[in-house]
T-cell receptor, first 114, second 114 residues
């Protein structure tokens, strides 16, 4: 079945460091890929998405490129801030059907120190 | 603020009891999804409704049921509660039911079963 594997955390970085959170997926169809972020005590917010191979999603300095050949959607940011501290979830949905259900990775806790 | 509202924010109850969680989707969204977030299982899809009809079922227990009303709000009913049902329950909504549609999440209802 469809699934997402993302790197285990926690990840601890200093402010202005480079961030990479790895995400790989398994899917039978042609999924859309998403990164969601969850701040403490809040619901999930969409960070970025990509709906087809080679698409690059970007938002707030974060980027991820849909790589079909490596079944990956790694999240990157060139210079993290303290305010980026949160839990990041990679997710996929199958565009081969009319079902929009999302499959989530386990989440990666990011802590950024000043 | 995603525009998705969930009530109540917190719920504390005893084993064997029944509770109802309520979700109001964003204005104009026809799809409602329910997800369960727990430490051991992570984020799991429970069920999806589209314009009042059940569209997809995930890992939803038989003790759980849901419905979407004509005004498009949705309720998730959990009965014969067990300790293991303690979790954060999220509702999400999207304009359609396709995998490319962005899902907007509510703040969640934290259920504690004692």
């Amino acid at each position: 079945g469809d699934s997402v594997t993302q790197m285990e955390g926690p990840v601890t970085l200093s402010e202005e460091a480079f961030l990479t959170i790895n995400c790989t997926y398994t899917a039978t169809g042609y999924p859309s890929l998403f990164w969601y972020v969850q701040y403490p005590g809040e619901g999930l917010q969409l960070l970025l998405k990509a709906t087809k191979a080679d698409d690059k999603g970007s938002n707030k300095g974060f980027e991820a490129t849909y790589r079909k050949e490596t079944t990956s959607f790694h999240l990157e940011k060139g210079s993290v801030q303290v305010s980026d501290s949160a839990v990041y979830f990679c997710a996929l949905s199958d565009t081969g059907s009319t079902l929009g259900r999302l499959y989530f990775g386990r989440g990666t806790q990011l802590t950024v120190w000043p | 603020d995603s525009g998705v509202t969930q009530t109540p924010k917190h719920l504390i109850t005893a084993t064997g009891q029944r509770v109802t969680l309520r979700c109001s989707p964003r204005s104009g969204d026809l799809s409602v999804y329910w997800y369960q977030q727990s430490l051991d299982q992570g984020l799991q899809f429970l069920i999806q409704y589209y314009n009042g009809e059940e569209r997809a079922k995930g890992n939803i227990l038989e003790r759980f049921s849901a419905q979407q009303f004509p005004d498009l709000h949705s309720e998730l009913n959990l009965s014969s509660l067990e300790l293991g049902d303690s979790a954060l329950y999220f509702c999400a909504s999207s304009v359609g039911s396709l995998g490319t549609d962005t899902q907007y999440f509510g703040p969640g209802t934290r259920l504690t079963v004692l």
